[in-house]
């Protein structure tokens, strides 16, 4: 599973040669507490997507990674935006990683979760209907489901206007699911910042100018600036960057410097 194309670590201190999977597994390992990862891919210049999606953006070593943070997390939260517009299927893990999580005392796949404000979602969607775990959905009080929505997921209901995302993420945590990893979209990241619910921003930036045209990695309202600090730099020599940062004053784990 580490064959592909190499990555070091550059920062803060540059790795001997390419990480392999056990060494990336430790880079990005579980939080001894309760946290919120979400994690992005990016150009430079700024771009959220090429020619409407993430995908454009992403190669081998950002799937990679992807795929690892999938499996060190309990929870995989997703807007319906996303969900709906990337086709979302159900989440998968390939046999190494799922025996990885049954020798860490895991469940075998995370549970998918998905924010919805209408509930505007097709219970036939591969993501939901084949789920190996059932999804959770957290939604607004009003929200009336689909037909069947509710024969494939469980229904959280927190939130008038839109889902009440910190009472979200506590729920969520007294089922157990207490490493949650967000991957998007944007207005559901926008909101979560603006909640101050982010712990942690792990960010791909591939080596291309998307020019203008897309939107950012997050949108929505206006809200108040929130400091991070540099957790690690690494590097894919085909020159894709992986960034990780965390809510700034979080404590480095006492290995960010030497392991
Ligand atoms: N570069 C990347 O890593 C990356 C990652 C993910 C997505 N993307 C891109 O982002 C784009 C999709 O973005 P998007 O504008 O659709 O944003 P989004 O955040 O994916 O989805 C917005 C929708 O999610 C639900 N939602 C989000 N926050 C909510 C809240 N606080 N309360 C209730 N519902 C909430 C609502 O669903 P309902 O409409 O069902 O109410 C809302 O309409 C696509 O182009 C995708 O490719 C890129």
């Given at each position: ?14 790795s001997?040669g ?37 995908a ?11 795929g690892l ?6 929870g995989l ?17 390939s ?5 990885w999580r ?8 995370p ?16 993501a ?10 957290l939604?607004?009080e ?7 929505l ?7 209901r ?12 506590a ?9 949650l990893?967000c991957?998007?979209?944007?207005h559901?990241f ?29 949108a929505?309202?206006p ?22 940062y ?14």
């Open positions: 599973m580490s064959a592909g194309t190499p990555i070091r670590r550059i920062w803060p201190a540059p001997s390419p990480l392999d999977e056990a060494e990336l597994t430790h880079l990005y390992r579980r939080a001894g507490h309760p946290r919120l990862r979400v994690n992005f891919v990016t150009s430079p210049d700024g771009a959220v997507s090429l020619h409407g999606y993430s454009g953006l992403s190669g081998e070593p950002d799937k990679r990674v992807f943070l999938r499996m060190l997390c309990d939260l997703v807007a319906a935006g996303t969900l709906r517009h990337e086709g979302y299927r159900a989440v998968r893990l046999e190494p990683r799922r025996a049954r020798e860490h005392g895991l469940t075998e796949y549970t998918l979760v998905v924010v919805s404000r209408s509930l505007a979602l097709d219970p036939a969607q591969a939901l209907a084949d789920a190996p775990v059932r999804p959770v959905v939604t607004t009003a929200a009336a489901p689909p037909a069947g509710t024969d494939v997921v469980d229904l959280v927190l939130g008038g206007d839109a889902v009440d995302l910190a009472a979200g993420l729920e969520l945590r007294h089922r157990g699911l207490g490493q990893l991957e998007g979209g944007p559901l926008g909101a979560l910042t603006a909640a101050d619910l982010v712990d942690e921003l792990c960010l791909t930036v591939s080596p291309l100018l998307a020019g203008a045209g897309p939107g950012r990695i997050t929505g309202d809200s108040a600036p929130r400091p991070l600090g540099l957790r690690h730099v690494l590097a894919a020599d085909d020159g894709v960057l992986m960034l990780r965390a809510r700034a004053g979080a404590p480095a784990p006492a290995s960010a410097a030497a392991g």
